[in-house]
């Protein structure tokens, strides 16, 4: 059984998502390990009410970012994690724990990429954006991790419709739920071969 560990910030929709389809069996993983940079983070809450390990790491456990990669890296070591998912984790990753990680590290965005990414494009700023630019369409990405933002091989795609009287909240929420799904579905696929990862 692979061994996940998944990185959040906030209210960990995602990361939710993810232990429903290890708890169904959709997804053949286990999640070993929940990590926030956020100690008060809604998703911390939900992982340990699931039972599931967490740690807050963060610049106030960890002031010198060196020190907090490292502490990062040795903690993912120590849980001999397999994958590391980003569900909604704002956070750059330490140059040790991407290349200790590298090519195992995945990213869930809600746009299609590469339109709609990079710094300062997270959450609400995503769709806000997308109506803004009068898109039709928008959706969900699932990328691997390297060290820009939002700027790794794309693993899969999924489009979502824009109505014209989509609001950044109303896209939002049709865009979360293509993510519950693909995200879990795309984990799958690389678990059981059917996507092969790129060896970055
Ligand atoms: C999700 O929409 C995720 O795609 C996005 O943050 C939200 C987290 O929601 N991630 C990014 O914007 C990354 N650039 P969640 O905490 O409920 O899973």
Same mark, same amino acid.
Not at 136 to 151: A, L, P, Q, R, S
Not at 172 to 196: M, N, P, R, W, Y
């Given at each position: ?27 053949? @993983?286990?999640?070993? *390990?929940?990590? %926030?940079?956020?100690? /008060?983070?809604?998703? !911390?809450?939900?992982?340990? &009410? =699931? ?19 490292? @502490?990062?890296?040795? *903690?993912?070591? %120590?849980?001999?994690? /397999?994958?590391?998912? !980003?569900?909604?984790?704002? &956070? =750059? ?108």
């Amino acid at each position: 059984m692979k061994k996940i560990a998944v990185l959040v910030s906030g209210r960990g929709s995602n990361m939710l998502a993810l232990i429903d389809a290890c708890e169904q069996g959709t997804l053949a @993983a286990s999640i070993e *390990l929940v990590i %926030s940079n956020n100690a /008060d983070s809604l998703a !911390l809450l939900s992982a340990q &009410k =699931k039972n599931i390990n967490t740690a807050h790491l963060s610049s106030r456990t960890h002031p010198d970012p060196d020190a907090l990669d490292i @502490a990062m890296k040795d *903690l993912l070591d %120590s849980y001999k994690i /397999d994958f590391i998912l !980003l569900a909604g984790f704002m &956070k =750059k990753i330490g140059p040790k724990t991407l290349s200790a990680y590298k090519g195992r590290m995945i990213n869930i965005h809600p746009s299609l990429l590469p339109k709609f990414g990079g710094q300062g494009m997270f959450g609400l700023n995503v769709h806000e954006a997308v109506i803004e630019a009068g898109e039709k369409e928008t959706g969900v990405t699932i990328h691997m991790v390297d060290g820009e933002y939002d700027k790794g091989a794309i693993l899969a795609q999924r489009t979502v419709v824009i109505a014209k009287d989509d609001t950044p909240e109303s896209l939002a929420a049709k865009v979360l739920q293509v993510e519950h799904v693909l995200f879990a579905e795309t984990i799958q696929k690389i678990i059981d071969g059917s996507i092969i990862l790129p060896a970055n």
